[in-house]
């Protein structure tokens, strides 16, 4: 085992440097300011100025810049400089990766590239429809403004923006369009799209033999009557919280309080009528049953070691040896007891014996692992059998189902919600959501018998640790181990601990012989070495699987796009 642990740190290492790269060797970074400038000149092409100003923490190599263009269209003659000082680049299709080193820096880089045939051209207009970013884009520009500059003044112009660049534009008197988009989120589009007259561009050919003009002010419209159209929506959705989603939540916290009133008065009635035992509760199932049932329907690997002392207890099991165990041949009428008797003294053991040194043995081989939680989930299923037989729960199901389905009332608004940005809604949703199906899930009121059952061992708990010496030495001998496994497979350090003072304080001072085989004094003796194998096996056979996937964005208009990182 100890080699594994050493193994097991590099190879979770080496398997998140393989999902994740970029995240595990990435550079921490701001881009603060973002200033791009595109110059339409009269042939087509579009050169584009570029300014960047990174805030850097720790040691860096470069920055990158992304420039996807559209089809039909190139990038050319891209080149990268700081204060004047030309910077060595790196082309990797359309990813560009500018050398500058450093560390604890603020650094300014201007860019310079040029768009070949950027322009679409018709009869009465031309156009500059283009993507500077897209939702491919990993990083968050903090402040980004983009300008486009005609050939000449200019009058007549139309410009719009899409998505995170919508009405964002700004018409200048010399006819450039001011697009300021200001902080831009990671993974957004941002497309524009500027007009012009065609004489402005007279050494040009036509993309099509058409007029445009109608149809982009077409486009600019059902653009407009979308936004308003998501306004309306978004307008009706935001009364949603102070009306649908806050009934909702006073249905669901009547309901909740309701039960909890209900729970209140039968606690308070078991509390008057008081307990009926004078030493451990009446056994009315079996002891790792009970262990389940009040320990909030689980078993800790204690409870395993718990329920081998319980077979010795019943004279199922008798102990050889230290360490060492005998099947005595006889049947259990319970399941769970017959399911623990072959697997331990047929499964990992054989004939009719078992040993601590076997469970290491079996559970050491990397083969038996999966069996082992095998038999562990079919042993623990034949436990919980047991509980639901003895009908300790009310018959809530319809309940239950009511209160769960209710929630997908709300589903449709956790998508809405952060589609049309009402992130405050979203998150009242979420929460409410969660809340209905972990209720749903955990609602599940006990009957006037299992109240008394969870009453009774939460008593005896609360007592057994302030139990005089006197008192505990008048119990038998049954109840004194009934007591002692409770403690063991509850995993409760107090009564444990109660447990083992009380048996040294009675075998120091010459008490009853405990030797014989299912006698206090060897409970007492390996208890501790059964808890500490069982937990042992049930660590060492214990395995995690994880995976991850990853989605890319579909880019802008035409395709095009791209984004800015660093390295």
Do not use: C
């Amino acid at each position: 085992m100890k080699m594994k642990k050493k193994w097991f740190i590099p190879i979770i290492f080496l398997a998140l440097l393989f999902f994740f790269p970029q995240q595990i060797f990435a550079v921490e970074f701001t881009i603060s300011n973002t200033k791009i400038d595109a110059y339409l000149h009269e042939n087509g092409e579009v050169e584009v100025e570029e300014t960047h100003t990174y805030q850097f923490e720790g040691k860096f190599n470069g920055i990158s810049r992304e420039l996807i263009p559209k089809e039909g269209t190139d990038i050319t003659d891209f080149s990268a400089s700081e204060n004047g000082k030309a910077l060595r680049i790196e082309k990797d299709d359309g990813l560009y990766k500018i050398h500058r080193k450093g560390k604890d820096e603020t650094i300014t880089v201007t860019l310079h590239y040029t768009i070949v045939n950027g322009l679409e051209i018709y009869q009465d207009v031309a156009q500059f429809y283009w993507p500077f970013f897209d939702d491919r884009n990993e990083s968050t520009y903090g402040n980004l403004s983009i300008t486009i500059h005609p050939p000449k003044i200019t009058d007549n112009v139309i410009a719009f923006g899409y998505d995170e660049a919508y009405q964002t534009e700004t018409i200048q008197d010399d006819g450039a369009v001011l697009f300021d988009l200001k902080k831009v989120p990671s993974d957004r589009n941002g497309d524009i799209r500027v007009v012009y007259d065609t004489r402005l561009f007279p050494a040009t050919t036509l993309t099509a033999a058409k007029s445009m003009r109608g149809e982009i002010l077409k486009a600019e419209q059902e653009l407009a009557d979308k936004a308003a159209a998501k306004a309306e929506t978004r307008e009706m959705l935001s009364n949603i919280p102070t009306m649908g989603v806050i009934a909702f939540s006073i249905v669901l916290l009547f309901h909740m309080l309701t039960a909890w009133l209900r729970a209140r008065v039968k606690k308070a009635a078991l509390e008057r009528e008081g307990s009926s035992f004078a030493a451990i509760p009446k056994q009315n199932m079996s002891l790792p049953a009970t262990l389940f049932y009040t320990n909030y329907s689980q078993l800790s690997p204690q409870a395993m070691a718990a329920a081998l002392l319980d077979l010795v207890r019943q004279g199922f099991v008798t102990k050889t040896a230290t360490g060492h165990f005998q099947a005595t041949g006889q049947k259990s009428n319970i399941p769970h007891e017959q399911v623990l008797l072959e697997w331990l003294f047929e499964k990992i053991g054989a004939n009719g014996q078992f040993s601590f040194d076997d469970l290491a043995a079996y559970t050491m081989d990397n083969k038996n692992h999966t069996q082992y939680h095998q038999f562990k989930s079919q042993w623990i299923k034949a436990v919980k059998q047991e509980v639901d037989g003895h009908a300790l729960y009310e018959n809530k199901k319809r309940s239950r189902f009511t209160i769960g389905f209710s929630s997908l009332l709300l589903l449709p608004f956790l998508f809405l919600f952060p589609i049309y940005n009402l992130m405050g809604s979203f998150a009242a949703a979420l929460i409410l959501f969660i809340t209905v199906i972990i209720y749903a899930i955990a609602y599940n009121p006990r009957t006037p018998k299992g109240l008394q059952i969870a009453y009774d061992w939460k008593l005896f708990k609360d007592r057994f640790k302030q139990v005089p010496q006197s008192d505990w030495e008048k119990w038998t001998e049954d109840e004194r181990m009934r007591a002692y496994i409770y403690g063991l497979g509850s995993n409760d350090k107090d009564v444990s601990k109660k447990n083992d003072e009380l048996v040294e304080a009675f075998t120091a001072r010459g008490g009853s012989d405990y030797s014989g085989v299912a006698g206090l004094y060897t409970f007492a003796y390996i208890g501790p070495l059964a808890s500490e194998n069982f937990r042992s096996a049930n660590q060492s056979t214990e395995t995690t699987v994880s995976g991850g996937s990853s989605f890319g964005g579909v880019g802008g208009t035409g395709g095009g796009g791209g984004g800015s990182g660093a390295f």
